[in-house]
């Protein structure tokens, strides 16, 4: 069976961060040779969660896909759609019987592919289960069922935490994505044991900007102390995320790149 060739998105931002995915999304799953996407929207309602109809137009566009992170049930609807769409995910670690879940397997044409969210525990509320524990288990129990190719999305602050994670899973899943931080880190590798790693993905969002949001109200937030609104910025849109290419039959990464690129008109998509 040839090579599966996945791509991982960073946190879509926004309005102008979804439009541009949504738009981009079909053109490089075809001058890319993409077998599978999956795209982390927690930010794409204005900044903070995501909304059914926003996860439907993701999907729509090609994402296999959908996970999240901290800023999951900021919007409210959200509780009752992800009972009914298993490829939107939510972290694995939190309690038993959250909505949703924390993992899903899909079958495409060179395989099963499975994707497990968890998320962090460092500087980042609320302050859920042991990820590391948790992952362990579900790796466990869909390589007991034969999936080979496993994506994980570490949802977490820290780059201790992502990398601790990427190792302790080296040899067990295809690849370790780190989300939350909205900078794409520059440390893409295959570990030993056939692991592919990113400490960040990065972010689908405004370039000129700070995290996705505007920089003069986060500059005077930082001066001033006090609170204020951070509203999501203008301007052109940087897509940040991964593409690697997995053996389908193992389940090793032979392969990992990162993906950055501009998409100067987002916000006057339709």
Not at 87 to 104: D, F, I, K, M
């Amino acid at each position: 069976m040839p090579a599966i060739r996945i791509l991982f998105l960073g946190d879509v931002v926004g309005e102008s961060g979804r439009k541009a995915v949504i738009e981009q999304l079909p053109l490089l799953k075809q001058s890319e040779s993409l077998d599978f996407c999956i795209v982390n929207g927690e930010n794409a309602a204005g900044g903070k969660g995501i909304t059914a109809r926003i996860a439907i137009d993701l999907l729509r566009a090609g994402a296999a896909v959908i996970t999240t992170g901290d800023h999951v049930w900021d919007q409210q609807e959200i509780v009752d759609y992800f009972p009914t769409e298993p490829r939107l995910l939510r972290p694995l670690n939190y309690p038993e019987g959250t909505p949703g879940n924390g993992s899903v397997v899909l079958e495409t044409a060179k395989g099963r592919v499975g994707v497990i969210q968890v998320q962090g525990r460092s500087f980042i509320q609320p302050p859920l289960e042991n990820p590391y524990l948790a992952i362990e288990k579900e790796v466990e129990r869909l390589r007991a069922d034969g999936v080979t190719t496993i994506v994980v999305d570490m949802h977490a602050e820290t780059t201790s935490e992502k990398i601790a994670m990427g190792r302790m899973l080296d040899g067990k899943v295809s690849l370790v994505v780190g989300t939350h931080t909205h900078v794409q880190t520059a440390d893409e590798t295959i570990f030993p044991g056939g692991t592919g790693y990113l400490t960040d993905a990065g972010m689908c969002g405004p370039e000129e900007s700070v995290l996705g949001r505007s920089i003069e109200s986060v500059i005077w937030r930082f001066k001033s102390g006090m609170p204020t609104r951070f509203p999501i910025a203008k301007g052109p849109v940087r897509m940040c995320g991964v593409i690697v290419e997995v053996d389908s039959e193992n389940g090793r990464c032979l392969a990992i790149r990162r993906l950055s690129m501009m998409v100067r008109d987002a916000e006057n998509l339709p």
